[in-house]
């Protein structure tokens, strides 16, 4: 099969990492497309006119946008290889609901937790703090969320651990204290996953990065 | 997998627009379930027991196992019992195209349409007009289709048409006539009542959902 698979990106995206490791775990062959998020390039503007972000997966000229969407498409279309969701329909139907619920209350929180100030960023740190209790109880003592193997949780939650630097730094706590199976998780899928060390972006380039545009 | 005796609770709100998609969900398919009316302001053990983490309706309970958030509910109801009246488009390209818009829905709509009845002034002004522009972009992905999933009424129609009950809502409070920004749309949602009963049984009267706000 003579697949096109281009992937439109920003280097610092938690979102576009979903789905580089998504496409890695299965051994798919893509082009990477860097985005200028300043200057759009008129296939992202084609690709995805409703909402204008990244990541976006171009599949044989097809576009598929929104990250956990896209990583569905990715485990339904090359399914032979390294299944991320769960068969069982129960099993697959908690997997989505962690996935969603990091989508809005992990990511967007520890969004605010870097962009906001004053009360909004107080009340952000606090529930950042909750919600990634909540997770470490969903993890408890399993090797990964998938159980032993890498999953649809997994892949939704890790790229976020790069930007635990900078939520920690500018937010004046640390998640290692508070959850350290989260923290062992993390170290565990950048050792034992190559997909995961080779797409996770360095915390410290984030933080510069993150530094410049939020002084 | 669905069996003899399956036991299926749903925890739901009257006036939900996500526990109707629930609802049209299970009618579409013919299952029958106990339907059991949450108190919002004095929720049921039953409902924090199943949903501790949002604490929110809808939940389905199938044999005791609880699954929540309305799209992920409508997507088990279809993979579990699959051999009737399917939802979801198999092929996974159409499918992450109906996720997309149903995202979208999420993500795009209920928040301005919250707005109308809850805001005023600017933001209210500014409300209306995302929630138009997004009435806007749904009869442009309809199209010239009879329903969002072409012939036949789909993952996206359920996702949607629960919204046609809280229209004459959304118009006394944001002062707006839905039929005048979006004639296909009102088409649209005439249509799903007249040939599916699963949409006409479901829908609450409009005029008792704008009692709700009448107290």
Redesign the interface.
């Given at each position: 099969m003579n697949d096109e698979v281009i992937l439109l990106d920003y280097w610092a995206s938690p979102y576009g990492m979903r789905v580089k490791i998504a496409l890695d775990e299965k051994g798919v062959d893509y082009e990477c497309q860097a985005e200028n998020l300043q200057n759009k390039s008129p296939l992202l503007l084609k690709s995805n006119p409703?909402h204008k972000t990244i990541p976006v997966l171009v599949?044989n000229g097809?576009p598929?946008?929104?990250s956990l969407?896209?990583v569905?498409?990715i485990d339904?279309?090359w399914h032979d290889k390294s299944p991320l969701l769960p068969s069982d329909?129960?099993q697959?139907?908690q997997a989505?609901?962690w996935a969603?619920?990091i989508d809005k209350k992990i990511y967007d929180v520890g969004r605010k937790v870097l962009w906001e100030k004053g009360e909004d960023q107080e009340m952000a740190k606090k529930e950042s703090m909750e919600g990634m209790k909540?997770l470490e109880g969903e993890l408890g003592n399993k090797r990964y969320f998938g159980g032993e193997n890498l999953g649809f949780v997994d892949v939704a939650l890790v790229p976020f651990t790069c930007w635990f630097y900078s939520i920690e730094t500018r937010g004046n706590f640390s998640i290692e204290a508070e959850c350290p199976k989260i923290s062992s998780w993390a170290k565990r899928c950048v050792a034992e996953r190559e997909s995961i060390a080779k797409t996770l972006q360095d915390p410290h380039k984030l933080y510069d990065y993150y530094v410049k545009l939020n002084p | 997998m669905a069996k003899q005796q399956d036991e299926l609770i749903l925890l739901d709100f009257w006036a939900s627009m996500f526990g109707m998609r629930v609802r049209i969900a299970l009618a579409e398919k013919g299952i029958p379930y106990e339907y059991r009316e949450e108190d919002l302001k004095n929720k049921s053990h039953l409902l924090l027991e199943s949903n501790p983490v949002h604490k929110k309706i809808p939940v389905l309970i199938h044999n005791g196992k609880p699954v929540s958030e309305s799209c992920i509910i409508v997507e088990y109801i279809d993979e579990v019992w699959k051999d009737k009246a399917p939802l979801l488009p198999s092929e996974p390209y159409a499918k992450a195209h109906a996720r997309f818009w149903t995202d979208f829905i999420d993500k795009k709509l209920y928040q301005p349409g919250r707005n109308l009845y809850t805001t005023k002034g600017e933001e209210l002004e500014a409300s209306r007009k995302d929630f138009i522009s997004c009435l806007k972009l749904l009869e442009g992905e309809l199209g010239d289709k009879p329903y969002f999933g072409g012939e036949s009424f789909g993952y996206l129609d359920i996702s949607l048409i629960p919204f046609y009950s809280w229209f004459q809502a959304y118009e006394t409070y944001g002062n707006f006539i839905t039929e005048h920004e979006s004639p296909k749309l009102i088409a649209w949602a005439k249509r799903c009542i007249q040939n599916k009963d699963s949409v006409s049984n479901t829908l609450p009267d409009l005029e008792k959902v704008l009692a709700l706000f009448n107290k």
């Open positions: 409703i599949h097809k598929i946008c929104e969407i896209i569905s498409y339904e279309v329909p129960h697959k139907s989505l609901f969603d619920y909540k | -």
